[in-house]
T-cell receptor, first 115, second 110 residues
Framework: DAGVTQSPTHLIKTRGQQVTLRCSPKSGHDTVSWYQQALGQGPQFIFQYYEEEERQRGNFPDRFSGHQFPNYSSELNVNALLLGDSALYLC??????????????FGSGTRLTVV | SQQGEEDPQALSIQEGENATMNCSYKTSINNLQWYRQNSGRGLVHLILIRSNEREKHSGRLRVTLDTSKKSSSLLITASRAADTASYFCATDASDYKLSFGAGTTVTVRA
């Protein structure tokens, strides 16, 4: 049973460019969340998707946008990249309605470097 | 800002010893979770404790939760080299997001 799959694993982009990161949730999971983890810090919540809608958003600018597809996979898009966007981007999935008893399953992340 | 704060920031112990780390948080929660991260890779869920529980065990892990003090602790008994990692507490207050602390880096010496 595959867990959460993220692609690509590493990415180097230039300031001002745009990037798309992809995530396939664990089989049976329908809720996908995205987190940004800067070096030496804990993950910061970007947003969560359920039923193809953004359910909640963290304190991130509109340059960060996302999408969820009918098969529950998701994309994270970042426009006008800044050096400060360099981080590990983590995708996490869960089955909705299970939050009382179960944690999230995380992918291995995409390491984004902005130069 | 981060909801949880782990203490200590770093911990170095000998193989076989116990490791204890603490987490404090600020708001009411539904549950608190602990995750492990190896070398900047993905997070692995270790254990979840609900707000109406005080203690929970899973293998060599023991978690306590004191909602009156808004604090939790994670104890790893009989540590192994493979336990070397960063450990994060995460609070779930809304069912929509986890709020993480900055983590405790644990090094287990052989």
């Amino acid at each position: 049973d595959a867990g959460v799959t993220q692609s690509p694993t590493h990415l180097i982009k230039t300031r001002g460019q745009q990037v798309t990161l992809r995530c396939s949730p664990k089989s049976g999971h329908d809720t996908v969340s995205w987190y940004q983890q800067a070096l030496g810090q804990g993950p910061q919540f970007i947003f969560q998707y359920y039923e193809e809608e953004e359910r909640q958003r963290g304190n991130f600018p509109d340059r960060f946008s996302g999408h969820q597809f009918p098969n529950y996979s998701s994309e994270l898009n970042v426009n006008a990249l800044l050096l400060g966007d360099s981080a590990l981007y983590l995708c996490a999935s869960r089955s909705t309605g299970t939050s009382f008893n179960y944690g999230y399953t995380f992918g291995s992340g995409t390491r984004l470097t902005v130069v | 800002s981060q909801q949880g704060e782990e203490d200590p920031q770093a911990l170095s112990i000998q193989e076989g010893e116990n490791a204890t780390m603490n987490c404090s948080y600020k708001t009411s929660i539904n549950n608190l979770q602990w995750y492990r991260q190896n070398s900047g890779r993905g997070l692995v869920h270790l254990i979840l404790i609900r707000s109406n529980e005080r203690e929970k065990h899973s293998g060599r892990l023991r978690v306590t939760l004191d909602t009156s003090k808004k604090s939790s602790s994670l104890l790893i008994t009989a540590s192994r080299a493979a336990d070397t990692a960063s450990y994060f507490c995460a609070t779930d207050a809304s069912d929509y997001k986890l709020s993480f602390g900055a983590g405790t880096t644990v090094t287990v010496r052989a």
